[in-house]
Protein backbone atom coordinates (compact mmCIF):
# COMPACT_ATOMS: atom_id res chain seq x y z
CA UNK A 1 0.00 0.00 0.00
CA UNK A 2 1.00 3.34 -0.79
CA UNK A 3 1.56 5.48 2.07
CA UNK A 4 0.05 9.33 1.45
CA UNK A 5 1.61 10.91 4.86
CA UNK A 6 4.45 10.01 7.36
CA UNK A 7 4.85 12.98 9.79
CA UNK A 8 8.08 11.82 12.35
CA UNK A 9 8.99 13.21 15.15
CA UNK A 10 7.54 16.62 14.04
CA UNK A 11 8.25 19.62 16.69
CA UNK A 12 7.06 22.70 16.53
CA UNK A 13 8.25 26.15 18.65
CA UNK A 14 6.49 29.28 18.62
CA UNK A 15 8.00 32.11 20.19
CA UNK A 16 6.51 31.06 23.87
CA UNK A 17 5.56 27.71 23.50
CA UNK A 18 6.17 24.71 22.48
CA UNK A 19 3.25 23.76 19.96
CA UNK A 20 4.09 20.42 19.14
CA UNK A 21 6.00 17.77 20.82
CA UNK A 22 7.35 15.37 18.50
CA UNK A 23 4.31 13.88 17.15
CA UNK A 24 4.37 10.84 14.78
CA UNK A 25 1.94 9.16 12.64
CA UNK A 26 1.29 8.07 9.15
CA UNK A 27 -1.68 7.51 6.73
CA UNK A 28 -2.10 5.28 4.20
CA UNK A 29 -3.93 5.92 0.69
CA UNK A 30 -7.24 5.63 0.64
CA UNK A 31 -7.70 6.84 4.27
CA UNK A 32 -10.47 8.79 6.23
CA UNK A 33 -8.61 10.19 9.17
CA UNK A 34 -10.00 12.38 12.11
CA UNK A 35 -7.27 14.31 13.65
CA UNK A 36 -8.97 15.42 17.28
CA UNK A 37 -7.76 17.16 19.91
CA UNK A 38 -8.83 20.37 22.35
CA UNK A 39 -8.85 23.99 21.72
CA UNK A 40 -4.78 24.88 21.20
CA UNK A 41 -3.74 20.79 20.98
CA UNK A 42 -1.84 21.81 17.74
CA UNK A 43 -4.02 20.83 15.15
CA UNK A 44 -3.99 23.56 12.69
CA UNK A 45 0.04 23.82 13.10
CA UNK A 46 0.48 19.97 12.29
CA UNK A 47 -1.37 21.10 9.50
CA UNK A 48 0.37 24.13 8.49
CA UNK A 49 3.46 22.43 8.28
CA UNK A 50 2.27 20.02 6.26
CA UNK A 51 0.89 22.82 3.93
CA UNK A 52 3.93 25.11 4.09
CA UNK A 53 2.36 27.66 5.65
CA UNK A 54 4.28 27.39 9.42
CA UNK A 55 7.95 26.37 9.41
CA UNK A 56 8.28 23.10 11.51
CA UNK A 57 11.10 23.49 14.12
CA UNK A 58 12.24 19.72 13.79
CA UNK A 59 11.21 16.27 12.38
CA UNK A 60 10.41 15.33 9.16
CA UNK A 61 7.26 15.46 6.91
CA UNK A 62 6.46 13.24 3.94
CA UNK A 63 3.59 13.62 1.46
CA UNK A 64 3.69 10.39 -1.21
CA UNK A 65 7.21 9.47 -0.42
CA UNK A 66 8.20 13.63 -1.17
CA UNK A 67 10.55 14.77 1.77
CA UNK A 68 9.19 18.33 2.52
CA UNK A 69 12.92 19.27 3.41
CA UNK A 70 13.87 18.31 -0.29
CA UNK A 71 10.90 18.14 -2.78
CA UNK A 72 8.23 20.37 -1.30
CA UNK A 73 6.95 21.64 -4.75
CA UNK A 74 5.99 18.40 -5.14
CA UNK A 75 4.53 17.43 -2.20
CA UNK A 76 2.79 20.55 -2.73
CA UNK A 77 1.47 19.33 -5.74
CA UNK A 78 -0.38 16.29 -4.34
CA UNK A 79 -2.12 18.31 -1.15
CA UNK A 80 -5.04 20.60 -1.10
CA UNK A 81 -6.02 22.62 1.64
CA UNK A 82 -9.36 24.08 3.70
CA UNK A 83 -8.11 25.68 6.31
CA UNK A 84 -9.42 26.77 9.43
CA UNK A 85 -9.67 30.54 8.70
CA UNK A 86 -11.84 32.21 5.60
CA UNK A 87 -8.40 33.33 3.41
CA UNK A 88 -9.62 34.28 0.26
CA UNK A 89 -9.39 37.89 -0.94
CA UNK A 90 -12.66 39.53 -0.04
CA UNK A 91 -12.97 41.57 -3.50
CA UNK A 92 -12.54 38.93 -5.88
CA UNK A 93 -15.49 37.14 -8.04
CA UNK A 94 -16.13 33.19 -6.57
CA UNK A 95 -15.03 31.83 -9.94
CA UNK A 96 -11.01 33.72 -9.88
CA UNK A 97 -10.57 32.90 -6.67
CA UNK A 98 -10.92 28.80 -7.99
CA UNK A 99 -9.17 29.80 -11.50
CA UNK A 100 -6.62 31.53 -9.70
CA UNK A 101 -5.60 29.00 -7.75
CA UNK A 102 -5.32 26.50 -10.22
CA UNK A 103 -3.38 28.72 -12.10
CA UNK A 104 -0.61 28.34 -9.05
CA UNK A 105 -0.43 25.05 -9.92
CA UNK A 106 0.71 25.54 -13.48
CA UNK A 107 -3.04 24.81 -14.80
CA UNK A 108 -3.63 26.55 -18.08
CA UNK A 109 -6.75 28.42 -18.47
CA UNK A 110 -8.98 25.82 -20.36
CA UNK A 111 -8.70 23.01 -17.96
CA UNK A 112 -8.87 25.35 -14.71
CA UNK A 113 -12.16 26.84 -16.03
CA UNK A 114 -13.50 23.47 -16.80
CA UNK A 115 -12.84 21.92 -13.68
CA UNK A 116 -13.61 25.18 -11.60
CA UNK A 117 -16.97 25.11 -13.16
CA UNK A 118 -17.35 21.21 -12.03
CA UNK A 119 -16.50 21.75 -8.14
CA UNK A 120 -19.01 24.99 -8.42
CA UNK A 121 -21.62 23.12 -9.32
CA UNK A 122 -20.56 20.06 -7.50
CA UNK A 123 -20.52 22.72 -4.48
CA UNK A 124 -23.55 24.57 -5.28
CA UNK A 125 -21.65 27.59 -5.87
CA UNK A 126 -22.06 28.24 -9.56
CA UNK A 127 -24.82 30.56 -9.11
CA UNK A 128 -22.62 32.47 -6.98
CA UNK A 129 -19.61 32.36 -9.75
CA UNK A 130 -19.73 36.02 -10.36
CA UNK A 131 -20.41 37.22 -6.69
CA UNK A 132 -17.46 38.92 -4.55
CA UNK A 133 -16.53 36.48 -2.12
CA UNK A 134 -17.52 38.64 0.92
CA UNK A 135 -21.17 38.54 -0.66
CA UNK A 136 -21.07 34.83 0.30
CA UNK A 137 -22.54 33.64 3.76
CA UNK A 138 -20.49 31.55 5.85
CA UNK A 139 -21.31 28.30 4.89
CA UNK A 140 -20.65 29.50 0.90
CA UNK A 141 -17.32 30.42 2.07
CA UNK A 142 -16.04 26.92 3.75
CA UNK A 143 -18.15 25.33 0.15
CA UNK A 144 -15.64 27.70 -2.07
CA UNK A 145 -13.00 26.69 0.01
CA UNK A 146 -13.21 23.07 -0.62
CA UNK A 147 -13.95 23.85 -4.53
CA UNK A 148 -10.53 25.95 -4.14
CA UNK A 149 -8.44 22.87 -2.62
CA UNK A 150 -9.92 20.61 -4.68
CA UNK A 151 -9.06 22.35 -7.97
CA UNK A 152 -5.65 20.62 -8.63
CA UNK A 153 -7.31 17.53 -7.65
CA UNK A 154 -4.88 17.11 -4.66
CA UNK A 155 -4.60 13.19 -3.88
CA UNK A 156 -4.26 14.24 0.39
CA UNK A 157 -7.24 16.76 1.05
CA UNK A 158 -6.91 18.36 4.50
CA UNK A 159 -9.84 19.89 6.10
CA UNK A 160 -9.28 22.11 9.09
CA UNK A 161 -12.89 22.12 10.91
CA UNK A 162 -14.55 22.62 7.42
CA UNK A 163 -17.98 22.22 8.96
CA UNK A 164 -17.83 25.03 11.77
CA UNK A 165 -20.55 27.02 11.81
CA UNK A 166 -22.31 25.27 8.57
CA UNK A 167 -26.06 24.09 9.35
CA UNK A 168 -26.98 20.68 9.77
CA UNK A 169 -28.46 19.70 6.10
CA UNK A 170 -25.53 21.34 4.87
CA UNK A 171 -23.43 19.81 6.92
CA UNK A 172 -25.04 16.27 5.75
CA UNK A 173 -24.41 17.31 1.98
CA UNK A 174 -20.87 18.27 3.04
CA UNK A 175 -20.32 14.49 4.56
CA UNK A 176 -21.84 12.52 1.52
CA UNK A 177 -19.53 14.99 -0.87
CA UNK A 178 -16.77 13.81 1.29
CA UNK A 179 -17.30 10.19 1.03
CA UNK A 180 -17.88 10.42 -2.44
CA UNK A 181 -14.47 11.93 -3.04
CA UNK A 182 -12.90 9.09 -0.51
CA UNK A 183 -14.82 6.63 -1.90
CA UNK A 184 -12.87 7.80 -5.27
CA UNK A 185 -9.88 7.58 -3.88
CA UNK A 186 -9.03 10.73 -2.18
CA UNK A 187 -7.02 10.55 1.06
CA UNK A 188 -8.35 12.47 3.70
CA UNK A 189 -7.63 14.37 6.82
CA UNK A 190 -10.13 16.13 8.65
CA UNK A 191 -10.38 17.98 12.06
CA UNK A 192 -13.62 18.88 13.65
CA UNK A 193 -14.77 20.03 16.94
CA UNK A 194 -18.25 17.68 16.12
CA UNK A 195 -17.44 14.13 17.89
CA UNK A 196 -20.25 13.18 15.67
CA UNK A 197 -19.06 13.83 12.39
CA UNK A 198 -15.49 11.91 12.94
CA UNK A 199 -17.42 8.81 13.90
CA UNK A 200 -19.75 8.87 11.32
CA UNK A 201 -16.86 9.61 8.84
CA UNK A 202 -13.79 8.45 9.72
CA UNK A 203 -12.79 4.70 10.41
CA UNK A 204 -9.51 6.16 12.05
CA UNK A 205 -9.34 8.59 14.75
CA UNK A 206 -5.81 10.19 15.75
CA UNK A 207 -6.12 12.49 19.05
CA UNK A 208 -3.84 15.39 19.96
CA UNK A 209 -3.27 17.07 23.25
CA UNK A 210 -0.65 19.82 24.04
CA UNK A 211 1.52 19.01 21.38
CA UNK A 212 1.21 15.48 21.99
CA UNK A 213 -0.18 12.35 20.45
CA UNK A 214 -2.50 10.67 22.90
CA UNK A 215 -4.59 7.88 20.98
CA UNK A 216 -4.42 6.92 17.08
CA UNK A 217 -6.51 3.83 16.48
CA UNK A 218 -9.10 2.95 14.93
CA UNK A 219 -13.00 4.53 15.58
CA UNK A 220 -14.34 0.90 16.16
CA UNK A 221 -12.20 -0.11 18.54
CA UNK A 222 -11.28 3.47 20.70
CA UNK A 223 -15.03 3.01 20.99
CA UNK A 224 -14.81 -0.33 22.58
CA UNK A 225 -13.09 1.07 25.17
CA UNK A 226 -15.73 2.90 26.29
CA UNK A 227 -17.05 1.07 30.17
CA UNK A 228 -19.69 3.34 30.56
CA UNK A 229 -22.70 4.44 28.53
CA UNK A 230 -24.99 7.58 29.87
CA UNK A 231 -28.43 7.23 29.83
CA UNK A 232 -31.46 10.45 29.94
CA UNK A 233 -34.88 8.99 31.39
CA UNK A 234 -37.43 10.87 31.59
CA UNK A 235 -39.75 10.04 34.80
CA UNK A 236 -43.62 10.78 35.39
CA UNK A 237 -43.52 11.68 38.57
CA UNK A 238 -40.85 14.31 39.86
CA UNK A 239 -38.51 13.30 42.44
CA UNK A 240 -36.96 15.27 45.58
CA UNK A 241 -33.49 13.34 45.31
CA UNK A 242 -31.83 9.91 42.82
CA UNK A 243 -32.99 6.71 43.97
CA UNK A 244 -30.95 4.24 45.22
CA UNK A 245 -30.72 1.38 42.06
CA UNK A 246 -28.49 -1.54 43.02
CA UNK A 247 -25.47 -1.53 40.55
CA UNK A 248 -26.31 1.54 38.65
CA UNK A 249 -25.08 5.35 39.47
CA UNK A 250 -27.94 7.69 39.40
CA UNK A 251 -28.27 11.71 39.09
CA UNK A 252 -31.04 13.46 39.36
CA UNK A 253 -30.66 16.59 36.35
CA UNK A 254 -34.01 17.65 36.60
CA UNK A 255 -36.68 16.78 39.02
CA UNK A 256 -37.80 14.76 35.93
CA UNK A 257 -34.63 14.20 34.57
CA UNK A 258 -32.93 11.09 35.91
CA UNK A 259 -29.46 10.53 34.33
CA UNK A 260 -28.16 6.24 34.73
CA UNK A 261 -24.76 5.35 33.99
CA UNK A 262 -24.95 1.69 32.75
CA UNK A 263 -21.51 -0.33 32.88
CA UNK A 264 -20.61 -2.02 29.78
CA UNK A 265 -22.15 -5.38 29.60
CA UNK A 266 -24.79 -4.75 32.06
CA UNK A 267 -27.96 -5.69 30.79
CA UNK A 268 -30.61 -2.85 29.88
CA UNK A 269 -33.73 -5.12 31.78
CA UNK A 270 -31.37 -4.90 34.72
CA UNK A 271 -32.31 -1.57 35.11
CA UNK A 272 -35.48 -1.50 34.19
CA UNK A 273 -36.23 -4.18 36.89
CA UNK A 274 -34.44 -1.62 39.17
CA UNK A 275 -37.19 1.20 37.97
CA UNK A 276 -39.98 -0.79 38.54
CA UNK A 277 -38.73 -2.15 41.92
CA UNK A 278 -38.47 1.32 43.10
CA UNK A 279 -41.44 2.27 41.66
CA UNK A 280 -40.41 4.89 38.83
CA UNK A 281 -42.55 5.02 35.37
CA UNK A 282 -40.29 6.05 32.09
CA UNK A 283 -41.89 8.15 30.28
CA UNK A 284 -38.98 8.11 27.12
CA UNK A 285 -35.28 7.10 26.74
CA UNK A 286 -32.24 8.97 25.23
CA UNK A 287 -27.99 8.46 25.41
CA UNK A 288 -27.05 11.54 26.67
CA UNK A 289 -24.38 12.67 24.97
CA UNK A 290 -22.14 11.38 22.00
CA UNK A 291 -20.25 7.69 22.85
CA UNK A 292 -17.48 8.93 21.30
CA UNK A 293 -17.45 12.28 22.81
CA UNK A 294 -17.44 10.78 26.49
CA UNK A 295 -14.39 8.86 25.20
CA UNK A 296 -12.45 11.88 24.32
CA UNK A 297 -12.87 13.98 27.19
CA UNK A 298 -11.32 11.29 29.08
CA UNK A 299 -8.95 10.69 26.95
CA UNK A 300 -7.61 14.24 27.15
CA UNK A 301 -8.01 14.22 30.44
CA UNK A 302 -6.20 11.39 30.96
CA UNK A 303 -8.60 8.97 32.43
CA UNK A 304 -7.72 6.22 30.21
CA UNK A 305 -7.54 3.22 30.46
CA UNK A 306 -9.05 2.33 33.33
CA UNK A 307 -12.24 3.55 32.82
CA UNK A 308 -13.82 6.55 32.74
CA UNK A 309 -14.76 7.51 36.01
CA UNK A 310 -18.76 7.22 36.67
CA UNK A 311 -20.66 10.55 37.82
CA UNK A 312 -20.98 14.05 36.47
CA UNK A 313 -17.28 15.76 35.62
CA UNK A 314 -17.68 14.50 32.56
CA UNK A 315 -20.83 15.74 31.82
CA UNK A 316 -19.95 19.82 31.60
CA UNK A 317 -16.61 19.58 29.24
CA UNK A 318 -18.42 17.17 26.48
CA UNK A 319 -21.19 19.38 26.20
CA UNK A 320 -18.56 22.10 25.78
CA UNK A 321 -16.24 20.58 23.52
CA UNK A 322 -19.35 19.67 20.90
CA UNK A 323 -19.30 23.32 20.89
CA UNK A 324 -23.15 23.49 22.12
CA UNK A 325 -24.43 22.18 19.23
CA UNK A 326 -25.62 18.34 18.26
CA UNK B 1 7.40 22.29 -11.80
CA UNK B 2 8.43 22.77 -15.22
CA UNK B 3 8.68 25.69 -18.23
CA UNK B 4 5.44 25.72 -18.79
CA UNK B 5 3.74 25.54 -15.49
CA UNK B 6 6.04 27.97 -13.75
CA UNK B 7 4.88 30.10 -16.79
CA UNK B 8 1.48 29.81 -15.87
CA UNK B 9 2.12 30.20 -12.50
CA UNK B 10 3.54 33.82 -13.08
CA UNK B 11 0.96 34.49 -15.41
CA UNK B 12 -1.48 34.27 -13.63
CA UNK B 13 -0.05 36.08 -10.55
CA UNK B 14 0.37 38.96 -13.31
CA UNK B 15 -3.30 38.70 -14.77
CA UNK B 16 -4.67 39.18 -11.07
CA UNK B 17 -2.35 41.96 -10.10
CA UNK B 18 -3.11 44.02 -13.21
CA UNK B 19 -6.92 42.58 -12.98
CA UNK B 20 -6.53 44.24 -9.24
CA UNK B 21 -5.39 47.80 -10.67
CA UNK B 22 -7.78 48.43 -13.11
CA UNK B 23 -10.50 47.20 -10.99
CA UNK B 24 -10.05 49.77 -8.68
CA UNK B 25 -8.56 52.46 -11.39
CA UNK B 26 -9.96 55.18 -9.69
CA UNK B 27 -7.51 54.93 -7.33
CA UNK B 28 -4.61 53.83 -8.68
CA UNK B 29 -4.64 55.25 -12.60
CA UNK B 30 -6.90 58.32 -12.01
CA UNK B 31 -5.04 59.98 -9.17
CA UNK B 32 -1.83 60.45 -10.97
CA UNK B 33 -3.38 61.63 -14.20
CA UNK B 34 -4.59 64.10 -12.03
CA UNK B 35 -2.14 65.49 -10.04
CA UNK B 36 0.10 65.44 -12.74
CA UNK B 37 -2.06 67.59 -14.75
CA UNK B 38 -2.28 69.71 -12.15
CA UNK B 39 1.92 69.96 -11.54
CA UNK B 40 1.67 70.62 -15.49
CA UNK B 41 -0.60 73.53 -15.61
CA UNK B 42 0.78 75.50 -12.22
CA UNK B 43 4.79 75.10 -12.83
CA UNK B 44 4.43 74.05 -16.52
CA UNK B 45 1.93 77.30 -17.84
CA UNK B 46 1.42 79.30 -14.81
CA UNK B 47 4.52 80.29 -13.64
CA UNK B 48 6.96 77.63 -16.09
CA UNK B 49 6.78 81.32 -18.41
CA UNK B 50 8.43 82.91 -15.58
CA UNK B 51 11.34 81.09 -14.84
CA UNK B 52 11.97 80.61 -18.66
CA UNK B 53 14.88 78.23 -19.47
CA UNK B 54 16.59 75.38 -17.71
CA UNK B 55 19.29 72.77 -19.54
CA UNK B 56 18.44 74.67 -22.45
CA UNK B 57 15.02 73.89 -22.71
CA UNK B 58 11.77 75.68 -21.91
CA UNK B 59 10.95 74.56 -18.30
CA UNK B 60 7.94 72.82 -19.30
CA UNK B 61 9.76 70.47 -21.39
CA UNK B 62 12.55 70.34 -18.39
CA UNK B 63 9.94 68.83 -15.87
CA UNK B 64 7.98 66.77 -17.65
CA UNK B 65 10.99 63.57 -17.75
CA UNK B 66 10.98 64.23 -13.78
CA UNK B 67 7.31 64.15 -13.72
CA UNK B 68 6.87 61.25 -15.63
CA UNK B 69 9.63 59.51 -13.56
CA UNK B 70 8.04 60.69 -10.19
CA UNK B 71 4.80 59.40 -11.04
CA UNK B 72 6.25 55.77 -12.02
CA UNK B 73 7.92 55.70 -9.13
CA UNK B 74 5.41 56.21 -6.78
CA UNK B 75 2.72 54.11 -8.65
CA UNK B 76 5.24 50.78 -9.37
CA UNK B 77 5.80 51.24 -5.56
CA UNK B 78 2.29 51.91 -4.48
CA UNK B 79 1.05 49.09 -6.33
CA UNK B 80 3.31 46.20 -4.99
CA UNK B 81 3.16 47.63 -1.14
CA UNK B 82 -0.34 47.74 -1.23
CA UNK B 83 -1.68 44.75 -3.29
CA UNK B 84 0.83 42.42 -1.27
CA UNK B 85 -0.15 43.82 1.95
CA UNK B 86 -3.21 43.10 1.56
CA UNK B 87 -2.81 39.64 0.25
CA UNK B 88 -0.90 39.18 3.51
CA UNK B 89 -3.26 40.93 5.96
CA UNK B 90 -6.47 38.89 4.04
CA UNK B 91 -4.15 35.75 4.27
CA UNK B 92 -4.80 35.30 0.84
CA UNK B 93 -1.02 34.75 0.70
CA UNK B 94 -1.62 31.26 1.97
CA UNK B 95 -3.16 30.47 -1.43
CA UNK B 96 0.44 31.31 -2.69
CA UNK B 97 2.42 29.50 0.20
CA UNK B 98 0.58 25.99 -0.45
CA UNK B 99 0.74 25.81 -3.48
CA UNK B 100 4.32 24.87 -5.87
CA UNK B 101 5.29 28.49 -6.91
CA UNK B 102 8.21 29.05 -6.58
CA UNK B 103 9.43 32.15 -4.38
CA UNK B 104 11.34 33.57 -8.01
CA UNK B 105 7.73 33.40 -9.35
CA UNK B 106 6.00 34.81 -6.79
CA UNK B 107 8.62 37.83 -6.41
CA UNK B 108 8.73 38.10 -10.75
CA UNK B 109 5.18 38.19 -10.60
CA UNK B 110 4.37 40.93 -7.95
CA UNK B 111 7.26 43.14 -9.87
CA UNK B 112 5.82 42.72 -13.21
CA UNK B 113 2.73 43.94 -11.82
CA UNK B 114 4.06 46.90 -10.15
CA UNK B 115 6.19 47.50 -13.60
CA UNK B 116 2.80 47.43 -15.80
CA UNK B 117 1.19 49.68 -13.21
CA UNK B 118 4.36 52.20 -13.43
CA UNK B 119 4.49 52.26 -16.98
CA UNK B 120 0.97 52.58 -17.62
CA UNK B 121 1.00 55.32 -16.03
CA UNK B 122 3.71 57.15 -16.93
CA UNK B 123 2.16 56.40 -20.53
CA UNK B 124 -0.93 58.02 -19.21
CA UNK B 125 1.03 61.16 -17.94
CA UNK B 126 3.07 61.37 -20.79
CA UNK B 127 0.49 61.82 -23.47
CA UNK B 128 -1.60 64.38 -21.08
CA UNK B 129 1.74 66.13 -21.42
CA UNK B 130 1.44 66.82 -24.99
CA UNK B 131 -1.67 68.53 -24.23
CA UNK B 132 1.14 71.32 -22.69
CA UNK B 133 4.36 70.87 -24.72
CA UNK B 134 5.56 68.72 -27.21
CA UNK B 135 8.42 66.04 -26.83
CA UNK B 136 10.77 64.51 -29.04
CA UNK B 137 12.73 61.48 -27.97
CA UNK B 138 16.26 61.69 -27.74
CA UNK B 139 17.20 57.90 -27.22
CA UNK B 140 14.38 55.43 -27.06
CA UNK B 141 15.97 52.54 -25.72
CA UNK B 142 17.85 54.29 -23.11
CA UNK B 143 14.32 55.92 -22.50
CA UNK B 144 12.69 52.77 -22.13
CA UNK B 145 15.57 50.91 -20.24
CA UNK B 146 15.60 53.31 -17.56
CA UNK B 147 12.17 53.49 -16.79
CA UNK B 148 12.06 49.83 -17.02
CA UNK B 149 14.43 49.29 -14.31
CA UNK B 150 13.02 52.50 -12.38
CA UNK B 151 9.97 51.01 -12.36
CA UNK B 152 11.47 47.62 -10.92
CA UNK B 153 13.78 49.11 -8.43
CA UNK B 154 10.64 50.41 -6.78
CA UNK B 155 8.54 47.61 -7.43
CA UNK B 156 10.95 45.68 -5.25
CA UNK B 157 11.34 48.02 -2.68
CA UNK B 158 7.45 47.84 -2.56
CA UNK B 159 7.62 44.37 -2.14
CA UNK B 160 10.09 44.31 0.65
CA UNK B 161 8.58 47.14 2.65
CA UNK B 162 5.12 45.00 2.31
CA UNK B 163 6.99 41.76 3.75
CA UNK B 164 8.21 43.74 6.62
CA UNK B 165 4.76 45.61 7.03
CA UNK B 166 2.80 44.72 9.61
CA UNK B 167 -0.19 47.26 10.39
CA UNK B 168 -1.75 49.58 7.68
CA UNK B 169 0.51 52.47 8.75
CA UNK B 170 4.32 50.31 8.19
CA UNK B 171 2.87 50.70 4.39
CA UNK B 172 2.68 54.49 4.20
CA UNK B 173 5.46 55.60 6.11
CA UNK B 174 8.29 54.96 3.83
CA UNK B 175 6.75 56.85 0.57
CA UNK B 176 6.13 59.17 3.23
CA UNK B 177 8.90 59.78 4.34
CA UNK B 178 11.50 58.43 2.31
CA UNK B 179 10.41 58.59 -1.37
CA UNK B 180 8.61 62.15 -1.27
CA UNK B 181 11.57 63.77 -0.24
CA UNK B 182 13.80 61.78 -2.29
CA UNK B 183 11.58 62.64 -5.30
CA UNK B 184 11.51 66.04 -4.71
CA UNK B 185 15.06 66.74 -4.03
CA UNK B 186 15.53 64.17 -7.26
CA UNK B 187 16.05 67.23 -9.67
CA UNK B 188 12.80 66.67 -10.85
CA UNK B 189 11.90 70.05 -10.98
CA UNK B 190 15.48 71.65 -11.50
CA UNK B 191 18.84 70.86 -12.89
CA UNK B 192 21.20 70.38 -9.98
CA UNK B 193 23.69 72.86 -11.36
CA UNK B 194 21.65 75.29 -9.52
CA UNK B 195 22.41 74.09 -6.32
CA UNK B 196 25.16 75.71 -3.73
CA UNK B 197 28.41 72.86 -3.62
CA UNK B 198 27.34 71.15 -0.33
CA UNK B 199 23.30 70.42 -1.42
CA UNK B 200 24.69 69.55 -5.10
CA UNK B 201 27.44 66.90 -3.80
CA UNK B 202 24.34 65.98 -1.22
CA UNK B 203 21.86 65.25 -4.25
CA UNK B 204 24.40 63.13 -5.76
CA UNK B 205 23.53 60.72 -2.90
CA UNK B 206 20.25 60.51 -4.03
CA UNK B 207 19.74 57.60 -6.50
CA UNK B 208 16.54 59.46 -7.98
CA UNK B 209 18.29 62.04 -8.98
CA UNK B 210 20.28 59.78 -11.44
CA UNK B 211 17.16 58.22 -12.64
CA UNK B 212 15.43 61.15 -13.35
CA UNK B 213 18.44 62.67 -15.14
CA UNK B 214 19.01 59.20 -17.36
CA UNK B 215 15.48 59.69 -18.43
CA UNK B 216 15.43 62.79 -18.97
CA UNK B 217 18.39 62.30 -20.74
CA UNK B 218 16.37 59.41 -23.07
CA UNK B 219 14.29 62.40 -23.73
CA UNK B 220 15.63 65.48 -23.98
CA UNK B 221 19.55 64.70 -24.45
CA UNK B 222 20.54 66.52 -21.25
CA UNK B 223 21.37 65.15 -18.39
CA UNK B 224 23.40 66.41 -14.61
CA UNK B 225 24.91 62.89 -14.54
CA UNK B 226 26.88 60.40 -16.16
CA UNK B 227 23.69 58.04 -18.00
CA UNK B 228 26.24 55.07 -17.93
CA UNK B 229 26.76 55.53 -14.16
CA UNK B 230 23.16 56.07 -13.72
CA UNK B 231 22.17 52.85 -15.47
CA UNK B 232 24.80 50.71 -13.47
CA UNK B 233 23.74 51.90 -10.57
CA UNK B 234 19.83 51.34 -11.72
CA UNK B 235 20.96 47.97 -12.16
CA UNK B 236 23.03 47.28 -9.09
CA UNK B 237 19.73 48.55 -7.18
CA UNK B 238 17.67 46.14 -8.82
CA UNK B 239 20.23 42.92 -7.96
CA UNK B 240 20.56 43.92 -4.36
CA UNK B 241 16.83 44.36 -3.69
CA UNK B 242 16.00 41.45 -5.25
CA UNK B 243 18.05 39.49 -3.77
CA UNK B 244 16.72 41.01 -0.40
CA UNK B 245 13.48 40.29 -1.20
CA UNK B 246 14.19 36.53 -2.43
CA UNK B 247 15.62 35.98 1.17
CA UNK B 248 12.75 37.37 2.95
CA UNK B 249 10.54 34.82 1.12
CA UNK B 250 12.40 31.90 1.58
CA UNK B 251 12.72 32.77 5.07
CA UNK B 252 9.01 33.13 5.34
CA UNK B 253 9.50 36.46 7.06
CA UNK B 254 6.26 38.17 8.10
CA UNK B 255 4.09 35.43 5.83
CA UNK B 256 4.93 31.69 7.49
CA UNK B 257 4.70 31.12 11.09
N1 LIG C 1 1.34 32.21 15.35
C1 LIG C 1 1.42 31.70 16.57
N2 LIG C 1 2.26 32.23 17.48
C2 LIG C 1 2.39 31.73 18.72
N3 LIG C 1 1.70 30.66 19.15
C3 LIG C 1 0.83 30.08 18.32
C4 LIG C 1 0.65 30.56 16.98
N4 LIG C 1 -0.26 29.77 16.37
C5 LIG C 1 -0.63 28.86 17.27
N5 LIG C 1 0.02 29.03 18.45
C6 LIG C 1 -0.11 28.20 19.66
O1 LIG C 1 0.15 26.85 19.33
C7 LIG C 1 -0.75 25.99 19.98
C8 LIG C 1 -1.46 25.11 18.98
O2 LIG C 1 -2.30 25.91 18.17
P1 LIG C 1 -3.14 25.31 16.97
O3 LIG C 1 -3.71 26.44 16.21
O4 LIG C 1 -2.31 24.34 16.23
O5 LIG C 1 -4.31 24.54 17.75
P2 LIG C 1 -5.55 23.75 17.20
O6 LIG C 1 -5.42 22.35 17.67
O7 LIG C 1 -5.70 23.95 15.74
O8 LIG C 1 -6.74 24.47 17.97
P3 LIG C 1 -8.22 24.86 17.51
O9 LIG C 1 -9.06 23.65 17.71
O10 LIG C 1 -8.59 25.93 18.47
O11 LIG C 1 -8.17 25.33 16.11
C9 LIG C 1 -1.68 26.88 20.80
O12 LIG C 1 -1.20 26.90 22.12
C10 LIG C 1 -1.53 28.24 20.18
O13 LIG C 1 -1.68 29.25 21.13
MG1 LIG D 1 -7.05 24.88 14.57
Redesign the interface.
Known sequence: MTIALTINNLEKRYAGAQALKGISFSVQQGEFLALLGPNGAGKSTTIGIICGLVNKTGGTVSVFGHDIDRDFPRAKKQVGLVPQEFNFSQFEKVYDVVVTQAGYYGIPASVASARAEHYLKRLGLWEKRDAQTRMLSGGMKRRLMIARALVHEPKLLILDEPTAGVDIELRRSMWEFLREINRAGTTIILTTHYLEEAESLCKRVCIIDKGVIVEDTDTRSLLAKLSMETFLLDIAEPLAAPPALAGFTCRLAEPALLEVDVPRGRAMNELFAALDAAGIRVTSLRNRANRLEELFVSLVQGTLPGGAPAGAPIAAPAAAIAGGKP | ??A???W??F???V??EV?RFL?IWVQTLLPPAITMALYFVIFGSLIGSRIGEMGGYDYMQYIVPGLVMMAVITNAYANVVSSFF??KF???I?????????NHVILCGFVAGGVLRGLMVGVIVTLLSLLFTTLSVHHLGIMALVVTLTAIVFSLGGFINAMYATKFDDISIVPTFVLTPLTYFGGVFYSIDLLPPFWQALSLANPIVYMVNAYRYGILGVSDVSVGLSLGMLLALAVVLYLWAIRLLDT?TGI??
Not at chain 2, 94 to 102: D, F, N, R, T, Y
Request: proline share 6%.
Open positions: MNFETIAQTIVRRRSIQHSEELLVSPVPGRK
